[in-house]
């Protein structure tokens, strides 16, 4: 199994809605990535696990709260989003948190109503 | 900090012509680079990376990249568009300062026409 899954690929809620987006791999890697990307923009990283611990946090609002039950399994949790937060949410994974590579998933595509 | 550069945010070629997608790194220590291709509505798909060795990379659907450490740069080529290859593209850098990071270029839409 080489690839990055994620569930649900669209969501819908409204702001004082609480949502989860689910990333799984089945390739072994010890690093899982969160990225959000706005229409026409590169991915902006959100945080990193290395081994099923929190690595960085790039200044993400705490409405988001990313979890790493264990090493196959990631997860964003979602909580009071504003409507700016509508975005395309990629999961990433890589053999671990180095230089290597990063496997990207197809997204999760949200709207924030 | 490390920075990576796409000139062209888009470029348009014919069906059958070359592709040429540029992008140059800047980074104090010998970076890894890398190209994915994004389609509408999906995620990304790694293309080539350079990480040591061999300058010339090859990736998947013809594509490759030269590393050119004295013009800084990682540009993406492809002998011959096809209408499937339309998408955007991004270069993407790691390493030195940007350590378990990867750096993003602003992204490259191409075009292509029959």
């Known amino acids: 199994d080489t690839e990055v899954t994620q569930t649900p690929k669209h969501l819908v809620m409204g702001m004082t809605n609480k949502k989860s987006l689910k990333c799984e791999q089945h390739m072994g890697h010890r690093a899982m990535y969160w990225y959000k990307q706005k229409a026409k923009k590169p991915p902006e990283l959100m945080f990193v696990y290395s081994y099923e611990k929190l690595s960085i946090n790039e200044s993400v609002p705490s409405r988001f709260s990313p979890e790493c039950p264990n090493s196959s399994l990631l997860n964003l949790h979602l909580h009071a989003l504003q409507p700016e937060d509508s975005a395309l949410y990629l999961c990433a994974s890589g053999p671990d948190f180095s230089t290597d590579t990063q496997y990207f998933g197809p997204g999760t595509r949200l709207t924030v109503l | 900090a490390q920075s990576v550069t796409q000139l062209g945010s888009h470029v348009s070629v014919s069906e059958g012509a070359l592709v040429l997608l540029r992008c140059n790194y800047s980074?104090?220590?010998?970076?890894?680079l890398f190209w994915y291709v994004q389609y509408p509505n999906q995620g990304l798909q790694l293309l080539l990376k350079y990480t040591t060795g061999a300058t010339l990379v090859k990736g998947i659907n013809g594509f490759e990249a030269e590393f050119k450490k004295s013009e800084t740069s990682f540009h993406l080529t492809k002998p011959s568009a096809h209408m499937s290859d339309a998408a955007e593209y991004f270069c993407?850098?790691?390493?030195?300062?940007?350590?378990?990071?990867?750096?993003f270029g602003q992204g490259t839409i191409l075009t292509v026409h029959p």
């Open positions: 980074s104090s220590v010998p970076p890894y």
């Open positions: 993407a850098g790691a390493g030195g300062t940007s350590y378990g990071k990867l750096t």
